[in-house]
């Protein structure tokens, strides 16, 4: 059965920290990996995703991926108040499967 | 990208009874995923909608309690059936990236439906 853990948090970070959120996944045939922000209340909308090994940067967002390790990571710098929400990490590809399984998402708390 | 129209965005709904939710996407998309999100929680994939075939459950759902239609490439809907409070939760449609495979995944906004 394929897993995506997360830690639930919440993570506390002050006002212009790094925030490091981490994934990791059961499934080595992954193929494709996504971070995905949820405000409260709202839908899920995507943030990064990435497909090799290494880093991939937009703007204040980082995403690692190390396959080796089955480790998603995505580093958040200047931390605002408002990339206060939960951030779920999504795996797809394994075995030729389209359905991504999501993580159970962690709780980003920025306070100012 | 695509664009999920879905609704109703909430709804508070008898025991008993049932509710149907739509999903109308502005793209053509072969599949459909059907989640529910519990407080708290991630999101749990209740099944897939196939255009042109039934959906696929997962393990946990069944089509009498949750029937779901697909009667074209751009629309869907997911029926709660003989609701019960254990029922009350988000209920989110998904599509991945018209025309990509293991791409990114789009949402409806959302509903919440709460069973009294």
């Known amino acids: 059965q394929k897993e995506v853990e997360q830690n639930s948090g919440p993570l506390s970070v002050p006002e212009g920290a790094i925030a490091s959120l981490n994934c990791t996944y059961s499934d080595r045939g992954s193929q494709s990996f996504f971070w995905y922000r949820q405000y409260s209340g709202k839908s899920p909308e995507l943030i990064m995703f990435i497909y090799s090994n290494g880093d991939k940067e937009d703007g204040r967002f980082t995403a690692q991926l190390n396959k080796a390790s089955q480790y998603v990571s995505l580093l958040i710098r200047d931390s605002q108040p408002s990339d206060s929400a939960t951030y779920l990490c999504?795996?797809?590809?394994?075995?030729?499967?389209?359905?991504?399984?999501f993580g159970r998402g962690t709780s980003l708390i920025v306070h100012p | 990208s695509a664009v999920i129209s879905q609704k109703p965005s909430r709804d508070i709904c008898q025991r008993g009874t049932s509710l149907t939710i739509q999903c109308q996407v502005d793209?053509?998309?072969?599949?459909m995923f059907w989640y529910r999100q519990q407080p708290g929680q991630s999101l749990t994939l209740i099944a897939t909608a196939n255009q042109g075939s039934e959906a696929t459950y997962e393990s946990g759902f069944v089509i009498d309690k949750f029937p779901i239609s697909r009667p074209n490439l751009t629309f869907s809907t997911l029926t709660v059936s003989n609701m019960s409070p254990e029922d009350s939760s988000i209920y989110l449609c998904s599509v991945p990236r018209p025309g990509g495979v293991n791409t990114e995944a789009f949402f409806g906004q959302g509903t919440r439906l709460t069973v009294v």
């Open positions: 999504a795996v797809n590809g394994a075995g030729g499967s389209y359905i991504p399984t």
């Open positions: 793209s053509q998309v072969t599949m």
